[in-house]
Every structure is written in C-alpha cells, then in structure tokens.
C-alpha cells in the first residue's frame, strides 16, 4: 500500500502497517475523499482513540512514521481545500 499526493509528490511506503493501522487509514482516506469537516478529521486523526497512540506500538518519532506522515499530509490537504489553511505560496520566476 502506497500513499501519494499527486500534487506534492510526497510518496510513502505504507506496506508495513499492522491491520489496525490500515484500517485506520483507510477509514482517514474515507473521509478525506469525502471532504469531511478539517476540525473533524484532525480529531479523528490526533485524538487519544487515534492508533498512533497504542501502547503496543513501537515508540518512534512521529516525525518518520509513515501513517503519520500521509495523516498530517492529508489534513494539511483538507485544509487548505476548505480554507483553514493558507496554500503554500508558488515561487516566482525572474
């Protein structure tokens, strides 16, 4: 399984997710494809029930974790497609 914004190129490798992890993304992919609320997601994704916090999962730096990585990409994404986040500036040529 492989997370991939088109737009950015941001690409990560989620093959190594346990079946609790994939289910949770695939449920975070759900609702991003369904354009749910930004404040919504972000609970759902960074709340206490979120799987990044289990106790049986391996302590590691959420700043490499792969479902980390496409979760935050993905509200960051919502985000900005609902307003509440500013799109990154295009950088000017010339």
Known sequence: MVYLNS????KL?????DAIDRDFY????RLFKENARW???NELIL????PLYRRDRPRRDFRSD???LALKDMSIQLGIRQGMI????????G
């Not at 737009?7 to 941001?10: K, N, Q």
């Not at 709340?47 to 979120?50: A, C």
């Not at 500013?86 to 040529?93: F, G, N, S, W, Y």
Request: net charge positive; aromatic share 6%.
């Open 7 to 10: 737009e950015t190129g941001l």
């Open 13 to 17: 490798d989620l093959g190594n997710l």
């Open 26 to 29: 695939r449920l975070a992919l």
């Open 39 to 41: 404040t919504s997601f």
């Open 47 to 50: 709340g206490m029930q979120s």
């Open 66 to 68: 792969p479902l980390y």
């Open 86 to 93: 500013a799109p990154r500036a295009k950088a000017r040529v």
